[in-house]
Structures are given as C-alpha cells and as structure tokens.
C-alpha cells in the first residue's frame, strides 16, 4: 500500500501539518491501495509563503532561463512516462490507451508552452507608449481527478513561463499520481520554491488558496458549482481567474456524414477516458432522416467494440468510475433518464456481466431523448450517450446551443466547408470537425457556463501576465 504523508514544499518534501488522512480505492477492485495525509490551512500558508518568496528573483529571470526550466521540466516527467501512465489506470482507472494519451498530451503542453514563449511580446513601443507584460504574482492551482498529470504539467508550464511561482491543490483521489510528478519536478532541479503542492480538501486547502490574499491568480478546473464559489471569493481579493468548467457537448451528424467516419468518431469523442471528460460529446443529434441507419450502425459499434476491462488492459475501452460515489451517481442518471421516457439501445442499469466488482458501468446510449429531459440537460460525467433527433439543420444548432454550457461541440459531414459554417454557429469555445483532435497550442475554454478564460499556448500564458504602459 502506497503512502502519501507529505507536501512539497520549497523544494522540499516536509510533514504535513494536517493529520487527518484519506484512503485511496482502487476503482477495479474497491481494495485500499494506498493512504494520503490531508494538509490544513497551515499547510497551504507555507507553501503559499514559500512560492512568494521565489517569486521574487524568478519573477525577474529572462525568457530564456524560464524555457530552460521548462526543458528541465519536460525531460523529467518523460523519463517516466511509463510509470506516469501505469499509476494513472491503477489509481484511476483511465483505459491504459487513455493514460498513454494523457502524458503525451501532458509532454506536449510543457513544450507548447515553452515554443510559446518566442511568440509573446514582452516589450513593445506603441505609439510613444511602452507596453511591457509582467508576471502577476503567485498562481494557485486547483486541479480535477480525471486528467491529473495533464492539468498539473499545463497550468504549471504556463505560470512558469509567464514568470510566476505556483501552489497547487491537486485532488486528494489523484495522490499516488501527483507523488509520482513530484518526484519528478524534484529530479528537475528547478530553483525552491517555484512549484509546491498541498495535498487535501478543496474546503480546506482549496479554500485557503482561494482566499489568501498573496494569491494573485487562480486557475481551477473542475465543476460549475465549485468554480462560481471560487469566483465569489476570489473577488475579494481581486484575484484573476481562470474557470474550466463542466461540459453537454453537442456532436451534430450532418445529413451528407459518411457513417463509416461518424461511428468511430462518436465512439472517441463520446466515451473518452470512461466517459469522465468535460469535453465529451454526450448529446449526438442525428438528422431523422437517418435515424433508423445510424441507431443501427451506433448500437452494433457500442456492443461490438466498446470492450469494458481492466483499465490496465490494452485493449479496454471503457474502464472503471474512479469512485463508488461517481458510479451511483452515473446510476442515478441511468434511471432517470428511462422514467423520463428515453429508450435504452445500448447498455443500462447495473454492472456489466462479470464486472460485478468495482465501479464499472455499461456504456449505455438512449435514444427518443427530448432536449429538456435531465440526461441531456446535467453533466452526467460517465459512459452515457444521448442521442436526440432534428428534422432541419437550423433546428440542429439551435438545438445543440440550447444549453447552459458551451464547452466543446463536434460536426460531422462529407462537406468540409459545409461542416465548417455550422461549427462556426455552435455557441463553445472548442469545436472539432470529423475528429477529435485536442491542440494545447490553441486556446482551450469554454462560454456560458462552461468558464472564463483560456488555456494553452500564448493564450494561456498571457493570463498570468498583466500589461504596464509607460509614456
């Protein structure tokens, strides 16, 4: 069994303060693999305290020493790629396929954000005015349990490129993973104090960061809920913020799509990572012209190619929940969406047969679903797909924009332009065409309820920088 007993703190691994502890369970077999010691208010003090007193040299340092560290950074958390991946099915439960893909992408936003920095301009004359960017101060990290190590190496390749000192409040269910990067971060040899993490409760240590008033920047990933709560206290210190929030994305099939790219397409972008992904296009609105064929050709693929399994498995599609209370929730859902009238075609209640151990799910797809119904209204956040039909396709989009969130949408069709003018009518900050395809150059957020700001590249950089102007 795994032990998680410290923070990292100042370059350090210290005892915590906090002595209340957390069991880790395994999402396959609901056995205790491991144990992580919660940090308090205390805790989050001194790493705040440790990361504002780097801040002040590294705020000075050039962009060329912060792209060395990145460097530094990068190549230390590729070393273990392997093992990054392994903890991520083991802790987790994300498909071993998905956890290779979340450390690639995770490698790869470190160096986007290192390339990134060639591109920002940190001085320029505009008109006789100076305009130079600066770094806004220490950032605090609050990071979500479906993508630990992306969301952690993105925010923080960010915050250091932009010149600031983080903290990081990562999920306590994500502690074996986080132990993993720190050792890591700490094999880096990056300067003290640059990068701490706390582990604990987002209503303690979360909160702590959230208030603190030598926090100057915010960026959260997680549930709307929480993000509006974070908001409202930030503002009293008038911290900047950046909310990633949740997601009901839309993927409108195109009365001209070729089935043979549409059902892979909504195999990827439907059931990612168990289901468990903001970004996952979990209302399909299919023309009814089509409704008999594509049902069809979407139940066969659901049954014949979503293999649930071991997440360590190579061939398992859909894993397990990461946790007992994720599965009876994803449950709940399940069952209401059959008394609200939605046709069950693939999957449904229960466990799958011979996974009666766990917090696995069967991939479940409804169909004769109504827009106002609560499984195409809520994030459901597990492997549950609604399909919805249109008659035309303005009805289509104003369908898929019927929504409070506005995250990510897809399109299918043969036609790329076509496709093209109708994801540009999709009300989300992130539309993919025929694929699903994630850019961490390209700036990544949603509208509506879905967030504030963007990540990724420049853009997220320049959100921990603020401009001076000097005549």
Known sequence: MKIVDKHYIGGEFVESHGRDTLDLI?????????????????????????????????SKSTPKERADYLQRFHDAIAARADEHAAMLSYEYGGPAQMAGYLVESALHAILSAKEALKEIPFRKMVGDTEVTLHPVGVAG????????????????????????????????????????????????????????????LGTVVGAEITRNPDIAKISFTGSTGVGKSIARDGAETMKRVTL??????????????????????????????????????????????????ITAALKQAVEANLKVGRPEESDTSVGPLVSKAQYDRVQGFIEKG?????????????????????????????????????????????????????????EAIAIANDTPYGLAGYVSG????????????????????????????????????????RENGVYGIQAYMEYKSVT
């Open 26 to 58: 395994s999402p396959a077999t609901h056995e205790v693999i491991g144990r992580v010691t919660l940090g308090d208010e205390e805790d989050a003090r001194r790493a705040i305290a440790a990361a504002k007193q780097a801040f002040a040299d590294y």
């Open 338 to 394: 059959i008394e609200e009238g939605a046709e069950v075609l693939a999957g449904g209640p229960g466990h799958p047969e011979g996974f009666e151990q766990g917090n696995f799910v069967k991939p479940t797809v409804f169909v004769k679903v109504k827009n106002d119904m609560t499984i195409a209204r809520e994030e459901i956040f597990g492997p549950v797909l609604s399909v919805i039909t249109y008659g035309s396709e303005d």
């Open 141 to 200: 990290h609050i990071t979500p349990w479906n993508a630990n190590i992306l969301y952690f190496c993105n925010k923080a390749a960010a915050a250091l490129a932009a010149g600031c000192t983080t903290v990081t409040k990562p999920s306590e269910m994500s502690a074996m993973q986080m132990q993993l990067i720190l050792e890591c971060v700490h094999a880096a040899g990056l300067p003290a104090g640059l990068i701490n993490v706390v582990h604990g």
């Open 244 to 293: 990633e929030l949740g997601g009901k994305s839309p993927h409108i099939v195109l009365e001209d799509a070729d089935l043979e790219q549409v059902i892979p397409f909504v195999l990827n972008s439907s059931f990612l990572n168990n289901g468990q992904a903001c970004v996952a296009a979990t209302r399909l609105l299919i023309p009814k012209s089509r409704e008999g064929e």
């Open 414 to 453: 043969t036609d790329r332009a076509h496709a093209k003018a109708v994801a540009d009518r999709i009300e989300a900050g992130n539309v993919a065409i025929n694929a699903f395809s994630h850019n961490t150059s390209a700036p990544f957020g949603g509208l509506k309820q879905s967030g504030v700001g």
